[in-house]
């Protein structure tokens, strides 16, 4: 099991490009989940899904958009980016089965916007 | 609403004790988490507790809950230089699914 993967690691773009982060999962969760992390200000919650075909918007989701076609990928893109989405992105997924709900983290993608 | 909040940075020496700490605001969470992150990688979980107990010890850690002061702690027996770390307090709020994480506290471990 690979667990969750995120590609790409690291992105350096111009302001006003667009870009699509990948997420995929193996481990037939149901939630996915995007991150960004900030020095001093934890994860906040972008967007997240709670299965196939659909998403919802989190705590700071202007800026971005996901889908969510396929079961194990959960698609973050940005239209049109911007020096202040310069941040580590990550993806997370957790399962329904019991209770607990622990997340299972990607590696993170290090995103660079000049 | 939810909120958690803990020091953003701690520094003990090899083989002592670590205590990190953490508060949060909402009544009804159902499990209190603490993940860790090494550097250059995402969140692990490490350790857990049901909102229904006081205490929990899983070899080197031990996880308290105070429910009434809603204030939580890890502490981490033997220190080692491995355990350097970043360590984030998070809560399972009341939408049921989505968890709410600290700032993180970075322990620093000196040899």
């Known amino acids: 099991n690979a667990g969750v993967t995120q590609t790409p690691k690291f992105r350096v773009l111009k302001t006003g490009q667009s870009m699509t982060l990948l997420c995929a999962q193996d481990m037939n969760h149901e939630y996915m989940y995007w991150y960004r992390q900030d020095p001093g200000m934890g994860l906040r919650l972008i967007h997240y899904?709670?299965?196939?075909?659909?998403?919802a918007k989190g705590e700071v989701p202007d800026g971005y958009n996901v889908s969510r076609l396929k079961k194990q990928n959960f698609l973050l893109g940005l239209e049109s980016a911007a020096p202040s989405q310069t941040s580590v992105y990550f993806c997370?997924?957790?399962?329904?089965?019991?209770?607990?709900?622990?997340?299972?983290f990607g590696p993170g993608t290090r995103l660079t916007v000049t | 609403g939810e909120d958690v909040e803990q020091s953003l940075f701690l520094s003990v020496r090899e083989g002592d004790s670590s205590v990190i700490n953490c508060t949060y605001t909402d009544s009804s969470s159902t499990y209190l988490y603490w993940y860790k992150q090494e550097p250059g990688a995402g969140l692990q979980l490490l350790t857990y507790i049901f909102s229904n107990m006081d205490m929990k010890q899983d070899q080197r850690l031990t996880v308290l809950l105070n429910k009434k002061d809603k204030h939580l702690s890890l502490r981490i027996a033997d220190t080692q230089t491995g355990d350097s770390a970043i360590y984030f307090c998070a809560e399972r709020g009341t939408g049921g699914f989505k968890t709410i994480f600290g700032a993180g506290t970075r322990l620093f471990v000196k040899a």
């Open positions: 997370a997924s957790s399962t329904t089965t019991g209770t607990r709900y622990e997340q299972y």
């Open positions: 899904s709670v299965g196939e075909g659909t998403t």
